[in-house]
């Protein structure tokens, strides 16, 4: 016998599924990463699997869909949807056993015939739904598993959905019969069948030059015809022998509805059919056992670099993430109140694209910027430079698209290189930097860049429901300097979006905090400009660090730590829990990663060395090195195990208390 190939299915979901599925991820899925019941289509007409949506198959509350109207042009499929919160856990997830697990515990039930012929045409759909990026990644799984059109037309009409297989005997080929274990109680020559998917043609070259001694060629099979064989052998115990398999290949298969008669000879006759009929050798079951008697499954769907691997699946524009916090952000904010005091010269530098979530809460995004680019969103940093020229006729705004690179995030040198080069040019032309990006770890650049060049930098940051504003110290050489954003932190900036669930990836507040920490950063630096030694100013004591009126009388040396705007704090930390504020002052860190003096050293020396070596570092474990904040913490932690281990002497004293 020749051997068989086989033609895998190529799985697609159109938008109402995956539109269907966030929905339900927002709302009641959340962080569950339980297993979904969902459903899938496949027709003799191409060998793909569709998820559909609109209701049609997916099931998040895993009710029964017996009552559903009758299908009898396309098989159902019915298959288990994962999904991950993280995209870590979506990548390392055993595949292989999840496969195996997932098909012999239906395959092999010995009670439930129906979950068991189920698992011939079951699928599994991993998924990570990246909804801060509007996108999804699924890594679909498919498992294994003539001559009377009327016959065929008959037997679909009885059933309330298509079955992929069905059987019939030789002496009646007129009449089908779904399969099950107990098919043998119709007749000794059975026949089993198949809705095949393949399209393969089944027509030969007419060249003239075959070898007319050449053996047949087979032409490629549908993929369920691989499961067929295995339960003929696993389950009615076929195993050794040769059976005949009828491939059924309509090339036209409609609904049939309830009152429709079965087609006649002659309106079927002149359709082109491509059935085949074949013999069959059928594999013992030992045939199946692999690594060391486990069973071994196939059948993971390949990506577009031919492995088996995730696939993008689908943009989405979704709402905001509502189970833990709810989004806002702050450079539209300082970018507008910079307008009212004058400044008319900005450069933005963001990396990200405008989404459907952001007009709400940024207020130099229209819809407009949404359906840019078909829907992907312009990009921020331009957009809200044309914003800014649309609202005052005399500002000269430009939008740079650049990614920072951050501790951690490890990217090709080259690319480090061009980011650090642009970065560090734009840094030197601006005459102060606000820094309000999302994570800890890419306010780290910025940092170094604005104390090796001694620039005025404005930090903001927000949280839940508290704020912080703070300004950074001048260069390394500046008396008293004050600290920067990393001088309280013991440890080193590292990657702090690995394994990160969806609503922890996006920069979630309460709507009010953006406006007030913008306004307080743009006042701060204003107050700060208007001091003779503007960012290198002193910050005012913590006998004076509260409200002060210019107008009233000044202690003496308050004109060193304020301008004629009022005093000058190092930072400023608010709460709308509270709704109070406080001014601390933190000196700088002689070992922070971010300011100290090793650090800005090595980045004047090679700047892009320091990068590269501080991204492709694992735990921030460079930067400490080089700071001597590994050294600090062994000899703080040394110093307390030795105040432990300390004898105390304690005076017994007679008196009672």
């Known amino acids: 016998?020749?051997?068989?190939?086989?033609?895998?299915?190529?799985?697609?979901?159109?938008?109402?599924?995956?539109?269907?599925?966030?929905?339900?991820?927002?709302?009641?899925?959340?962080?569950?990463?339980?297993?979904?019941?969902?459903?899938?289509?496949?027709?003799?007409?191409?060998?793909?699997?569709?998820?559909?949506?609109?209701?049609?198959?997916?099931?998040?509350?895993?009710?029964?869909?017996?009552?559903?109207?009758?299908?009898?042009d396309r098989v159902i499929?019915?298959?288990?949807?994962?999904?991950?919160?993280?995209?870590?856990?979506?990548?390392?997830?055993?595949?292989?056993s999840?496969?195996?697990?997932?098909?012999?515990?239906?395959?092999?039930?010995?009670?439930?015939?129906?979950?068991?012929?189920?698992?011939?045409?079951?699928?599994?759909?991993?998924?990570?739904?990246?909804?801060k990026q509007h996108k999804a990644q699924r890594l679909p799984l498919e498992t294994d598993a003539l001559t009377l059109e009327q016959a065929f037309h008959r037997f679909r009409k009885s059933q309330a959905q298509l079955p992929p297989f069905f059987v019939y005997t030789k002496e009646d080929p007129t009449t089908f019969y779904p399969l099950s274990k107990d098919c043998q109680k119709y007749g000794q020559n059975l026949v089993f069948g198949f809705l095949?998917?393949?399209?393969?043609?089944?027509?030969?070259?007419?060249?003239?030059?075959?070898?007319?001694?050449?053996?047949?060629?087979?032409?490629?099979?549908?993929?369920?015809?691989?499961?067929?064989?295995?339960?003929?052998?696993?389950?009615?115990?076929?195993?050794?022998?040769?059976?005949?398999?009828?491939?059924?290949?309509?090339?036209?298969?409609?609904?049939?509805?309830?009152?429709?008669?079965?087609?006649?000879?002659?309106?079927?006759k002149g359709s082109r059919h491509s059935h085949l009929c074949l013999e069959v050798a059928v594999p013992q079951k030992d045939d199946y056992l692999f690594d060391g008697g486990k069973y071994k499954v196939v059948g993971w769907e390949l990506n577009t670099r031919g492995k088996p691997g995730p696939r993008w699946a689908a943009d989405l524009n979704l709402k905001l993430m509502k189970w833990r916090m709810i989004p806002s952000t702050l450079g539209c904010s300082v970018a507008r109140t910079l307008l009212g005091w004058g400044v008319r010269d900005f450069t933005i530098l963001d990396y990200g694209t405008v989404s459907y979530s952001n007009p709400v809460r940024q207020n130099l995004f229209t819809l407009e910027d949404c359906h840019f680019n078909n829907g992907q969103g312009k990009p921020k940093a331009q957009a809200a430079a044309e914003a800014l020229q649309q609202i005052a006729a005399d500002v000269k705004s430009r939008g740079v698209h650049l990614s920072i690179p951050m501790p951690g995030h490890q990217e090709p040198r080259e690319s480090i290189q061009a980011s650090?080069?642009?970065?560090?040019?734009?840094?030197?032309?601006?005459?102060?930097?606000?820094?309000?990006?999302?994570?800890?770890?890419?306010?780290?650049?910025p940092t170094i860049m604005a104390s090796a060049h001694n620039k005025p930098l404005i930090n903001a940051a927000l949280g839940l429901d508290s704020w912080l504003v703070m300004r950074h110290g001048g260069g390394v050489d500046t008396p008293n300097r004050l600290g920067c954003y990393f001088c309280n932190d013991v440890v080193a900036p590292e990657n702090s979006t690995k394994n990160r669930t969806l609503d922890q990836q996006c920069t979630v507040t309460r709507p009010g905090l953006a406006p007030i920490a913008s306004s307080m950063a743009v006042e701060l630096m204003v107050s700060m400009l208007h001091h003779p030694l503007k960012h290198c100013a002193p910050a005012p004591p913590p006998d004076r660090s509260i409200a002060f009126s210019p107008t009233a009388a000044t202690t003496e040396g308050a004109e060193q730590d304020s301008s004629p705007l009022g005093v000058m704090p190092h930072q400023i930390?608010?709460?709308?829990?509270?709704?109070?504020?406080?001014?601390?002052?933190?000196?700088?860190?002689?070992?922070?990663?971010?300011?100290?003096?090793?650090?800005?050293?090595?980045?004047?020396?090679?700047?892009v060395e320091l990068v590269y070596q501080t991204c492709q570092s694992v735990g921030g474990s460079f930067l400490e090195e080089l700071s001597g904040l590994a050294d600090f913490r062994a000899k703080a932690t040394e110093m307390i195990e030795n105040m432990d281990a300390a004898d105390w002497d304690v005076e017994e004293d007679d008196e009672e208390f």
């Open 420 to 445: 650090v080069e642009t970065l560090d040019k734009l840094i030197q032309e601006a005459d102060a930097v606000y820094l309000l990006t999302d994570t800890r770890e890419s306010r780290w650049l």
């Open 196 to 268: 095949d998917p393949s399209r393969s043609s089944t027509s030969t070259s007419s060249s003239g030059n075959e070898d007319e001694n050449a053996p047949a060629t087979v032409p490629p099979m549908g993929w369920p015809l691989r499961n067929l064989v295995a339960f003929l052998s696993m389950h009615l115990n076929m195993g050794g022998t040769s059976v005949a398999v009828v491939s059924l290949r309509p090339s036209r298969l409609g609904r049939m509805e309830d009152d429709e008669l079965v087609p006649s000879a002659s309106r079927s």
């Open 98 to 131: 999840l496969l195996r697990d997932r098909f012999l515990r239906s395959f092999q039930d010995t009670d439930d015939e129906a979950a068991c012929l189920g698992s011939l045409t079951s699928f599994v759909l991993l998924t990570f739904a990246d909804l």
């Open 77 to 96: 499929s019915r298959g288990t949807l994962l999904g991950f919160n993280t995209l870590e856990a979506f990548s390392k997830i055993d595949k292989n």
């Open 573 to 607: 930390r608010g709460s709308l829990v509270s709704y109070t504020m406080m001014t601390p002052t933190v000196p700088n860190f002689v070992h922070c990663t971010g300011c100290s003096k090793p650090a800005i050293d090595a980045y004047l020396e090679d700047k």
């Open 1 to 72: 016998m020749n051997p068989v190939k086989f033609v895998p299915f190529s799985s697609t979901a159109d938008s109402p599924f995956w539109v269907e599925y966030c929905h339900l991820k927002l709302e009641t899925i959340q962080l569950s990463e339980d297993a979904i019941d969902v459903q899938a289509f496949y027709s003799s007409l191409e060998a793909r699997l569709q998820c559909l949506g609109g209701g049609k198959s997916l099931n998040a509350n895993s009710k029964s869909t017996a009552a559903a109207a009758a299908v009898t």
